[in-house]
C-alpha cells in the first residue's frame, strides 16, 4: 500500500456492514420492503454496503414521526438559544467524527478523500454553525398602518416568522452530506420537523449524522432519514399530504416534476437544479489565475458540481495559447480511486453516470470534435472517465447545451466580449457564471449582464453560507444561505393589534 493510501478506520468498516434501516424517531426501524438497494465503490465497482428501499408505508411512517414532533412543538417552541446549543452540538458531533465520514462519503460517492475532508466536512461544518447561529436570529418586523375606521382607533402591527412545519428533503448524489445538510440545518434552525432523502447511490452518510443528531439532543422525530428510490420513495414524500414545505436539489426535469405535484397541495417549494454554467475569459484576463481558477471550477468532483464551470468563452486573442495551458494541466491530472490522496480526479458516482458521460463524449468523437483528453485512470470496473477539453465544439452537439456533470469542459474560440456575453446567456440553465478580467468596468459591466443567480469575476464554484446560492431561469427557484434563508421554511404571520 503506498504512503497515499487511506488506511480504513474501523468504525467504516462496521458502519458498512451494518443492515442499515430508517431513521425514524429517534431510532433505527426496519422497512416494510424486504428489497435492499445496493451501494457501490465507484473506484472498482465493487458492492460495499446496501440500504432499505422504504416503501410509501415507511415514508408515511416517517412523516407521521415528524408530524406529531412539529405538533408536540417541544422542537419549535423551544428558547431559540437552547436549539441553538443543540445544533452547535450536533455540528462538535460531526467534527468529532469527521474523518469516519469523510471516507464514508469517499468510499460511497468516489470523490477524493481530501475533496470529501475539506468540502463534505470542512464546509459542512462551517454551514452547521452558520445555520445554527441563525436559530436566534429570527425576527420579524413592527409596521405602521393607515386604516382610518373606526374614526379615532389606533393600531400596533408587526410580523413574525413561525416555522412551516414538516419538511422534506430531496439529496442528489455529488455532495451528499453537504447538500443534505443544507437541508437539514435551516429546518431544524427554524423550528420545523424534517424527513431528508438522500440519493439512493449515495445513502450512508445522512443515515450516520442522524444518529449523531440524536445524541446532540433533537429530540425524537425532528430529524428522520428515509432511503429509496426516487420514483417511490422520493415521490411518496413529495406528495405526503402533512408536507408543509418541499426543498429539492437535483435535476431540472425532477424538480419540474416535484413542482408540478406540489402545486396540487399548493406545498412550498425550493428548486436547486442544474446548469451549464459559462465562464468569459475577456483578453485581459491573468492567464495563470485563469488556468488554476478553472480547472477547480470545471473539474472539482469530476465535474459533477452544478455550478461547474462547463463553457468556458475566450476572446480570440487568448485562446490559443489559453487552450494549450489548460491541454498541459488536463494531460498532468492523475486519474485514482478517491482513497489515494495523491489522485487528482476520481471515478465517477455510478455505472450510469459513466455510461451517460461516455455516450456525451462518444457523439461528440462521431462528429469529429477536437478531444483533448488526459489519463483514462485504471481499468478495474471502476467509473472512469478522463478528462476532456472540448474545443470548438459544433454547437449541434449535444454537449454544448445539456449539462455533463463530468469532467468535460468545452473551450470556445469568440471574437470578441459581446459575442462571448450572447453566447453565455444563450442556456435554458442561469446558475451560475464567471467572467475573467483585470478591467473593474468590465467586471461589473458582465456581472449585470449575465443571466445567473451567481456571478463570479476572478473565481469559480467557491461559495459560502453568507452568500445567497440559487438558479434563474430553468436551474431553479428560490435562493439557500445568506441571512435570510430561514424565510424559506417559514410562514411570515402578520399580528394587527387594535388598541
Ligand atoms: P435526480 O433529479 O435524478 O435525483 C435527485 C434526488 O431526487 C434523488 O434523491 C432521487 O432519488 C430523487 N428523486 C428522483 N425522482 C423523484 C421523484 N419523482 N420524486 C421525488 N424525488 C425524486 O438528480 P441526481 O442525478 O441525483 O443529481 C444530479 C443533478 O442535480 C444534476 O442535474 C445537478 O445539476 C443537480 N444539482 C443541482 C444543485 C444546485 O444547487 N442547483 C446541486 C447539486 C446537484
Redesign the pocket.
Known sequence: MSATQVTLLESVKSFLARAHGLYIDGRWQASDAAARLTVFNPADGKAISSSADASPGDVDRAVSSAWRAFSARVWADMLPAIRERILLRFADLVEQNAEELAQLETLEQGKSINISRAFELGCTLNWMRYTAGLTTKISGRTLGLSIPLPEGARYQAWTRKEPVGVV?G??????PLL?GI?KVMPALAAGCSIVV?????TPLTLLRVAELATEAGVPDGVFNVVT????V???A???HPQVAK?S????????K??AR?AADRLTRVT?????KNPAIVLKDADPAQVVEGLMTGSFLNQG????ASSRIYIEAPLFESLTSAFEQAVKGLKVGAGMDSAMHINPLVSAM?QKKVSAFLEEARAQNAELLSGDAGPNNGGYYIAPTLVVNPDPALRLVRE?V?GPVVNLVRVADAEEALRLANDTEYG?TASVWTQNVGKALDYSARLEAGTVWVNTHTLIDPNLP???MKQ??TGR?FGPDWLDAYCEEKSVCVRY
Open positions: 422534506a430531496i439529496v442528489p448524489w455529488n455532495f447538500i443544507w432523502k438522500p440519493s439512493e447511490t429509496g428510490r426516487g420514483a420513495c422520493g415521490a414524500l413529495v406528495n418541499v429539492f436539489t437535483g435535476s431540472t426535469a425532477t424538480g416534476a416535484i405535484s428548486l436547486e437544479l442544474g446548469g459533477q458540481v452544478c455550478a453516470q449539462e456533470f446558475l446560492f440559487g438558479g436551474s431553479g439557500d
